[in-house]
């Protein structure tokens, strides 16, 4: 079974700075995708970035230039750092693991005030 651990959400000021961390532990298939997902009330879940083992990272649009996927694959660890937060940031944030099928953090929440 595999269990991801995240941490560093928080409430920060427009133009703060915040930066997530998610451990990933148990059987955990060596070629895979770690990623940042998130969800504000009332809207869909929506991808924010993710890394594969050995690639390059992807951001969705809204993120470009502000946010910063990377990972620690012998720690199998991937990290969020957000620069630039604005209030439609705001949501809750979902580590993922795609390995043979998806595995999901609990989520934290990241609040942006203005």
């Known amino acids: 079974q595999v269990q991801l651990v995240e941490s560093g959400g928080g409430l920060v000021q427009v133009g703060g700075s915040l930066r997530l961390s998610c451990a990933a532990s148990?059987?955990?298939?060596?070629?895979?995708?770690m990623g940042w997902y998130r969800q504000a009330p009332g809207k869909q879940r929506e991808l924010v970035a993710m890394?594969?083992?050995?690639?390059?990272?992807v951001y969705v649009d809204s993120v470009k230039g502000r946010f910063t996927i990377s990972r620690d694959t012998a720690k199998n660890t991937v990290y969020l750092q957000m620069n630039s937060l604005k209030p439609e940031d705001t949501a809750v944030y979902f580590c993922?693991?795609?390995?043979?099928?998806?595995?999901w953090g609990q989520g934290t929440q990241v609040t942006v005030s203005s």
């Open positions: 148990g059987s955990i298939f060596a070629a895979n995708i």
């Open positions: 890394i594969p083992t050995g690639g390059g990272p």
């Open positions: 993922n693991l795609k390995a043979l099928r998806d595995y």
